[in-house]
């Protein structure tokens, strides 16, 4: 698996993470109330989002794609050694 397929499944993972909390949310009512089970989902669901994202930035660190780092695939896409993106 590459770097850029693992984001791709990241931000999906999120996105439909986020929107499930969107749905209980508009669903019950009263929620921040609550000391229940919605609320013990709603808070287990925002710590698993925050470490996805987490997760995400490690796959995806900050690089400047240097010059001497750039090469060529076998299938002729530009890549960065450095992070392993492609560019």
Request: aromatic share 6%; glycine share 2%.
């Amino acid at each position: 698996m590459t770097v850029k397929k693992a984001i791709k499944i990241m931000d999906w993972w999120i996105n439909q993470k986020t929107q499930s909390m969107q749905q209980l949310v508009s669903e019950w009512n009263h929620i921040e109330d609550d000391k229940g089970i919605a609320k013990i989902l709603l808070d287990s669901d925002k710590i698993t989002i925050l470490n996805l994202e987490l997760i995400k930035k490690e796959l995806f660190p900050y690089c400047s794609h240097p010059i001497k780092m750039r090469d060529r695939g076998p299938d002729e896409v530009m890549y960065c050694m450095n992070c392993n993106s492609d560019l």
